[in-house]
């Protein structure tokens, strides 16, 4: 029998959010892993906010909308506060009722940056990262290494000279063409030492390999491991040519401090195999399991090995993390500018990675 098409505007439901959630959706398992980490960073939230004075966005809440945007790759704040209107599983995941009023865009930025200023990103990260280690899934003998580009949020016209030029009666005239000119670039020399971006200065001309666009962009690098493939640090800084064998340096330091008195091997592709960088990666602790170029400086005593081989098979995984955090992450192209804000949301994008492949992983 067919049924009536009635309308019915019941105005209560006796249904709680919780028992709608169904008891096996993915968003359990992270926020159960979001909520340890938040709870972990109390002293942290309670040093950032004054005792007096009207409250804020609880920053939790702001935490897990961040995490939000970027499970669901929305890709606006003005569709992540429109989702959570309507939404009522992102309204659980936050943690506002059926009743709350959800946040103007321009006060979620506002008070989401605050939190960026003062690097929860990187704490955020830490317990993420820590809550593997306590599971027993990270590696601490083989690593891999990488970097990628991340386009800047400005364009090519943007990079103009750094030297103001004289004002001329043809400069005030308006472009032509609209706020969108057309401009050819050709037979035009620019490089970062006499050209900037008015745009976001931080940023540089750079590209990826010979015979590839350039772009204005920013480096973003990962250290990762080899067992699970999870990410445990993250850096990312100007484009400059020598940027991925500096701040890998880095990234390799720091793990050499977290766990001291360990022998490790670390896989990487040609772009590292450098004289000083494969002394570098020595003194820090580290065997350099990187692929070899025409003039490789590493030899026979360390290829000879197995572990050589599956070093350079295993170190391909790290591509997946730089593929999930552009395809879903929202870092293929940064939607801030500055590069404070834009390394802050790189590591974000790094920690929800980890989440996902916690959860893939039966960790709760």
């Not at 702001?62 to 992102?90: G, P, V």
């Not at 490789?296 to 090995?305: C, F, L, V």
């Amino acid at each position: 029998m067919r049924g009536n098409d009635q309308e019915n505007s019941g105005l209560f439901s006796y249904v709680s959010m919780e028992d709608r959630i169904p008891k096996d959706h993915p968003l359990r398992a992270i926020r159960k892993l979001v909520d340890v980490a938040l709870g972990e960073m109390e002293g942290v939230f309670r040093k950032m906010y004054s005792h007096e004075g009207r409250p804020s966005i609880a920053p939790e809440k702001l935490l897990r909308a961040q995490i939000l945007q970027i499970l669901y790759t929305i890709r606006s704040e003005r569709q992540l506060m429109e989702q959570l209107d309507y939404n009522m599983l992102f309204r659980w995941f936050v943690g506002l009722s059926m009743d709350d009023e959800v946040w103007h865009p321009t006060s979620f930025t506002q008070n989401r940056d605050r939190l960026l200023n003062h690097e929860v990103a990187e704490s955020f990260f830490e317990k993420i990262r820590d809550r593997a280690e306590a599971a027993k899934l990270v590696s601490r003998e083989h690593f891999s290494l990488d970097g990628t580009l991340i386009d800047a949020a400005a364009s090519l016209k943007s990079f103009q000279p750094r030297e103001s030029k004289e004002t001329t009666a043809k400069d005030d005239e308006p472009p032509q063409g609209g706020r969108n000119p057309s401009v050819d670039f050709h037979g035009e020399k620019r490089t970062n030492k006499t050209h900037a971006s008015t745009t976001d200065p931080e940023s540089l001309l750079a590209r990826k390999g010979r015979g590839k666009e350039s772009r204005m962009a920013y480096a973003g690098h990962l250290l990762t491991e080899n067992r699970n493939g999870l990410i445990l640090d993250a850096e990312l800084g100007q484009a400059k040519g020598n940027a991925e064998r500096d701040e890998g340096l880095v990234l390799l330091e720091r793990e050499a401090k977290r766990h001291p008195k360990r022998r490790r091997t670390v896989g990487a592709d040609k772009g590292y195999d450098k004289s000083e960088f494969v002394k570098a990666s020595r003194r820090a602790g580290f065997t350099p399991h990187f692929a070899r170029w025409k003039y490789t400086t590493i030899d026979g005593r360390t290829t000879r090995h197995k572990g050589y081989e599956i070093s350079q098979r295993r170190r391909k995984i790290i591509e997946q993390c730089f593929g999930w955090m552009k395809t879903v992450g929202l870092i293929r192209k940064a939607r801030h500018r500055g590069k404070l804000l834009v390394r802050q949301m790189f590591i974000f994008a790094a920690a929800a990675y980890n989440l996902v492949r916690l959860r893939k992983l039966g960790v709760v």
